[in-house]
């Protein structure tokens, strides 16, 4: 069998475009602020007007009394026709007192499927907002477009 040279360029053409959709690319979703920015936080100190200025509007707050922010952030890799994976997911949530001092600040992350305390700075030792960043951690990549958009 005798291969023509259009055929080895066709080769030489498709072969890199072919390789290069096997490469994984990654996406992040939502925001979570640096270390650096979370160290201006001083629990005790810093007021819920303040937080603005210093790390941005979070991704969601307190239910019923704005009591805590919540700053949601994942990262999805993509590889091939391969169904995405979410690889990394970090919560950071500020808690306040009733006169909007922040009281608590904790990164929570995701390992093996269960929520883990990443950091904690806390004035007191009871962590009020622990079930619903379980709730925001848990929920986060549950979304099925299906489920939306059907009847």
């Known amino acids: 069998m005798k291969i023509s040279r259009r055929q080895i360029m066709a080769f030489t053409l498709v072969l890199p475009a072919a ?3 096997c490469q994984a690319t990654y996406r992040n979703h939502g925001y ?3 270390d650096d920015q979370l160290a201006q936080v001083v629990v005790g100190q810093t007021k819920q007007a303040d937080l603005q200025g210093l790390i941005g509007r979070p991704s ?7 009591s805590a922010w919540y ?3 994942s990262r ?7 169904e995405p994976r979410e690889i990394d ?4 949530a ?12 904790e990164r929570f992350g995701l390992e093996r499927g269960r929520v883990v305390v990443l950091s904690r700075r806390v004035t007191d030792t009871g962590v009020a907002s622990l079930g619903l960043a379980r709730q925001l ?5 549950r979304v099925d477009a299906a489920d939306i958009l059907a009847d």
């Open 19 to 21: 390789l290069a959709g």
């Open 32 to 34: 979570v602020p640096p």
């Open 60 to 66: 969601a707050q307190g239910l019923l009394t704005g």
């Open 71 to 73: 700053y949601v952030g």
């Open 76 to 82: 999805w890799q993509f590889y091939g026709l391969r």
């Open 89 to 92: 997911r970090q919560v950071v």
């Open 94 to 105: 500020i808690s306040f007192d009733p006169s909007g001092t922040v009281t608590n600040v």
């Open 137 to 141: 951690m848990g929920n986060v990549g």
